[in-house]
């Protein structure tokens, strides 16, 4: 069974940093590309980064580019979102969902129970 | 970059109705749209890729079609736990942009 499990979020000030980590079971996680999307209160659903299985292609939204890194740690079959200089505007819940391919491209067939963040001072 | 815009925004129809949701492209992206369904507090579950295959355990109500730049979300007889937002979604390349959700309600 697909398993992936958020951790890292909370509240911090702007400007401030966090990471997320994303567990992943269930499925040989070095074979798929793994994404964050995140959603604002009330908002819909917005598409924030993705990672390649093996090579470790990276992909950003522009509304984070500059600003958060993803990585992954496929011994610790762990997933990553390094998050920097943090706005009120990236206060959302942070989902990570497995894509179907090993591909920087692909529907999302699993996700995570999210983890929130919260930017305020 | 391309941007995924849908209609309508919100919809309220009856237990039973036939509902129609559309998603456009604003370039052609083949046949690389999904669908997702996102119920109240829940998280997000993917219904349909590839633009009109089904994921599994989806019931058959509901339906996907369209290919290019247009595509439309179906649920042929609506079911008081279809009460959700759907989401569309381009996967051919990155960035993977949603459209903006459509809210469905029961009248």
């Known amino acids: 069974e697909v398993q992936l499990l958020e951790s890292g979020g909370g509240l911090v000030q702007p400007g401030g940093s966090l990471r997320l980590s994303c567990a992943a079971s269930?499925?040989?996680?070095?074979?798929?590309?793994m994404s964050w999307v995140r959603q604002a209160p009330g908002k819909g659903l917005e598409w924030v980064s993705i990672?390649?299985?093996?090579?470790?292609?990276?992909y950003y939204a522009d509304s984070v580019r500059g600003r958060f890194t993803v990585s992954r740690d496929n011994s610790k079959n762990t997933l990553y979102l390094q998050m920097n200089s943090l706005r009120a505007e990236d206060t959302a819940v942070y989902y990570c969902?497995?894509?179907?391919?090993?591909?920087?491209?692909?529907?999302?067939?699993?996700w995570g129970q999210g983890t929130p963040v919260t930017v305020s001072s | 970059d391309i941007q995924m815009t849908q209609s309508p925004s919100s919809l309220s129809a009856s237990v039973g109705d036939r509902v129609t949701i559309t998603c456009r492209a604003s370039?052609?992206?083949?046949?690389?749209l999904a669908w997702y369904q996102q119920k109240p507090g829940k998280v997000p579950k993917l219904l349909i890729y590839?633009?009109?295959t089904l994921q599994s355990g989806v019931p058959s109500r509901f339906s996907g079609s369209g290919s290019g730049t247009d595509f439309t979300l179906t649920i042929s007889s609506l079911q008081p736990e279809d009460i959700a937002t759907y989401y569309c979604?381009?996967?051919?390349?990155?960035?993977?942009?949603f459209g903006g959700g459509t809210k469905v309600e029961i009248k």
């Open positions: 370039q052609g992206i083949t046949n690389y």
């Open positions: 990672i390649s299985g093996s090579d470790s292609n990276t």
């Open positions: 590839a633009a009109s």
């Open positions: 969902a497995k894509g179907a391919s090993s591909a920087v491209a692909g529907r999302l067939n699993y």
């Open positions: 269930g499925f040989i996680f070095n074979n798929y590309a």
């Open positions: 979604q381009k996967y051919n390349s990155a960035p993977l942009t």
